[in-house]
């Protein structure tokens, strides 16, 4: 009600309300590669339409007959009450949107007390997001790495920065075929941009001391393209000294950048995520684990037999495969493999209240978003985060009580007629 009656008195909204709108104010608040990196999906993004087309095979069924005078938007999701279904999904590269990027992202969760979920490809520190909103519930997203010790010591942080559970993605072992990113040559991770996990990390800056001073021949080389140099100088400048006045090239030459940007590239790139590292995973933090990136029940179940906590349905908003499985349509197998053993969050082409209640009615704990917060982000910042939210919120609780329902938590397939 406090958005109608803001909308009635005058003020205008910081972000547009309809979703299409705010994606249309997103493109002409960022540049043409941050627009196309956040906005893009894998191959002609059939993927992202299928998401999309999911939801138009439900309906939600109106049961005016009933007193939802009070309704209450409350989950209960790992082993806490939280106040709303939602969750943030971990969104790397966000300096792209606005130069407060996570720290925004988290002030902005924290307000409205929804779990915001780090990315590994964050643009500030987790420690520093902790900071910034010391009173948010966060969980951390974690990109398997090939080096233990680095994955040891981000379980460690995650856990003394107050996270509440780790997420390790699954789908993202290999990057996906983003056309929009290749045709404006575009890829953030070789501006040194999303690094600041790393940068930040001891362990990751030990292996950088150690590759520098490995003798040359011991460490195995990358290839010096440009993209290359250009992300060995911004790693440079964010983690290890840069030599003021020397060229590119020169830069490059010098040991410590070129050890950093040598190691970056080992350990991002993610080996095959088998049950013995996730059995590694499980001896390492005593923090739940949630698979993210699961589409297929087997694979649910395997997340089960291998001790997780939880699901998070996800296609990686159809950032990875051309015409892949669309989430909404494996969601209600999924649900009843886990049979409500773990939480299951539901993620990818979520733009609403009405698309959150029908995720939540087909199985989901909590429902994630994906761009539309990177867009609230890019359109005005804490505040563009905080409204993109609110709205969904608002759209959540309206259609809920128009349902006939009080309670997010009630919510189950009577609530809704497949088409
Ligand atoms: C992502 N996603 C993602 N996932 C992840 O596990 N780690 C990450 O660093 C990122 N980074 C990222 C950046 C951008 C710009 C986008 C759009 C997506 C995937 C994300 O967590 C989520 O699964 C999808 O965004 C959900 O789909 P929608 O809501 O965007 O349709």
Redesign the pocket.
């Known amino acids: 009600s406090d958005i109608y009656r803001a909308g009635i008195s005058g003020t205008k909204p910081a972000v547009p309300i309809d979703p299409v709108a705010l994606k249309a104010a997103a493109r002409k608040a960022l540049s043409a590669e941050a627009f196309a990196?956040?906005?893009g999906g894998a191959g002609s993004e059939r993927t992202?339409t299928a998401?999309r087309r999911a939801f138009d095979r439900w309906q939600v069924w109106p049961r005016p007959l009933r007193d939802v005078s009070t309704r209450d938007l409350g989950v209960e999701f790992l082993g806490r009450m939280r106040p709303t279904p939602l969750l943030l999904?971990?969104?790397?590269?966000?300096e792209?949107a606005h130069a407060e990027a996570d720290l925004a992202v988290g002030r902005a969760a924290a307000s409205l007390g929804v779990p915001y979920?780090l990315?590994?490809?964050?643009s500030f520190p987790m420690e520093e997001v902790a900071d910034a909103a010391p009173h948010g519930s966060r969980l951390f997203?974690l990109?398997w790495s090939a080096s233990d010790d680095l994955n040891r010591s981000l379980l460690a942080r995650a856990e003394e920065s107050g996270c509440e559970a780790i997420?390790i993605?699954l789908?993202?072992h290999l990057l996906g075929w983003r056309t929009r990113d290749l045709d404006l040559a575009y890829l953030p991770f070789t501006r040194g941009m999303?690094i600041a996990q790393y940068t930040s990390d001891p362990a990751f800056q030990q292996l950088v001391r150690e590759r520098a001073a490995a003798p040359k021949g011991d460490a195995p080389g990358v290839r010096v393209t440009p993209r290359a140099v250009a992300a060995a100088l911004m790693i440079a400048r964010k983690g290890a000294p840069l030599t003021g006045g020397a060229s590119l090239r020169d830069n490059l030459r010098s040991p410590l950048p070129r050890a950093a940007v040598e190691t970056f590239l080992d350990v991002f790139s993610t080996p095959a995520l088998t049950g013995e590292e996730l059995a590694k995973a499980r001896e390492w933090t005593s923090l739940p684990i949630i698979l993210?990136?699961i589409v297929h029940p087997d694979d649910a179940q395997a997340a089960l037999d291998a001790g997780m906590d939880g699901i998070?349905i996800?296609?990686?908003?159809?950032?990875q495969i051309d015409r892949s499985v669309p989430t909404l349509d494996v969601l209600p197998e999924i649900a009843e493999r886990v049979a409500g053993r773990v939480p299951i969050v539901f993620?990818?082409?979520?733009?609403g209240g009405a698309d959150a209640v029908i995720a939540l009615a087909l199985g989901a704990t909590v429902v994630?978003?994906?761009?539309?917060y990177?867009y609230g982000l890019g359109i005005a910042g804490e505040v563009g985060v905080r409204e993109v939210m609110r709205n969904v919120l608002a759209e959540i609780d309206i259609t809920l009580g128009l349902a006939g329902l009080t309670s997010a938590s009630q919510l189950d397939r009577d609530a809704l007629r497949k088409v």
């Open positions: 990196y956040i906005a992202m998401n999904a971990p969104l790397g590269v966000m792209m979920t990315s590994n490809q964050a997203q990109y997420v993605t789908d993202t999303g993210k990136g998070w996800s296609n990686h908003g159809g950032r993620d990818s082409g979520v733009r994630a978003l994906g761009r539309p990177a």
